[in-house]
């Protein structure tokens, strides 16, 4: 007997503590809960600590209050200028109002399955009127504003607010990019060549130019060599014409003697020539001076 009113007693034991623990349940801070009866919704919990319900046919579903994250994933989509790129954006958002949350979508993967088909129309409806370039453009912002204010507008009945929607990136294709990067590779190589034609055209000229001048300069320092030659030869023939008429004999000996010394510079040691020969005449009889061009000796009369 005491045996069954003890295992009576721990029945009833456990049964408490299954009733009291089916009965308490906590909302942590940046929480709130949603209690449903019998799948009715019965009241919202948004006051933080140890809260009743009743056991066994009640549920509590506990959304949070905080900013959540929303990353759909990358895809492409055809601008209003029929050109393709790949966007991938983000948002943020909170839920508001769990009442409609829990009757609309229950869990937080189907809202994000939700959000994230919502963000990829709107995004794909306003991409498809504007040109690639309005992305570069200040008018990014407000294309952005827009398609938020689509997602904002048609979440709000699934009892979540959207707070932000950006581009986590947006590119060009792969195969576009590539060829868009052939085609600044080519136009920079066409560049490269003009400018090395350009440059090898200015060489030509330059050198042209050079040697012009070059050619100039050469002509008139030849030019005027040749003027300074001819000036110096004509004051040399005066020169000499004034010695041949002061003196002919002394004139006639003293070119002879340059003749001699022009043509004995390069001999060798030994020559040999004819005794007749009219080249040694001067030589062997030595110049022939007339009494008026002979000197007169010192205290001499004449």
Not at 3 to 8: G, K, N, Q, T, V
Not at 34 to 58: C, M, T
Not at 152 to 164: F, I, M, R, T, W
Not at 249 to 257: E, K, V
Request: glycine fraction near 6%; charge should be neutral; aromatic fraction near 6%.
């Amino acid at each position: 007997m005491k045996s069954r009113a003890l295992l009576i007693a721990l029945g009833l034991a456990a049964l408490a503590l299954t009733v009291a623990a089916s009965s308490i349940y906590v909302i942590n801070e940046g929480e709130q809960g949603l209690v449903v009866r019998l799948g009715a919704p019965v009241g919202v919990v948004d006051q933080p600590g140890l809260k009743l319900k009743a056991p066994f046919i009640d549920s509590v579903y506990v959304t949070s209050t905080r900013s959540l994250l929303l990353e759909p994933p990358l895809e492409q989509v055809i601008m209003g200028d029929e050109k393709r790129l790949e966007v991938q954006p983000y948002a943020r958002y909170r839920i508001v109002d769990p009442l409609r949350f829990y009757q609309a979508l229950r869990t937080s993967e189907t809202a994000n399955a939700q959000l994230a088909q919502l963000v990829s129309s709107s995004a794909r409806r306003e991409l498809g009127q504007v040109p690639l370039r309005a992305l570069l453009t200040e008018e990014r912002g407000h294309i952005l504003d827009v398609i938020k204010g689509e997602v904002a507008a048609k979440a709000e009945p699934l009892g979540v607010k959207v707070d932000e929607v950006r581009f986590d990136r947006s590119d060009l294709p792969f195969e576009t990019s590539q060829a868009i990067y052939d085609r600044m590779k080519s136009e920079r190589q066409r560049e490269a060549k003009e400018l090395r034609a350009q440059g090898f055209e200015w060489a030509q000229q330059i050198e042209a130019r050079a040697d012009h001048d070059r050619t100039v300069i050469l002509s008139e320092a030849h030019r005027d060599a040749a003027i300074a030659r001819g000036d110096g030869d004509a004051k040399a023939n005066q020169a000499l014409a004034a010695a041949f008429s002061q003196d002919p004999q002394f004139y006639s000996f003293y070119r002879s003697l340059q003749t001699y010394r022009n043509a004995l510079a390069n001999s060798a040691p030994t020559m040999v020539v004819s005794p007749d020969a009219d080249f040694i005449q001067i030589l062997k009889s030595g110049p022939k001076l007339d009494a008026a061009s002979a000197p007169v000796a010192e205290g001499a009369k004449p």
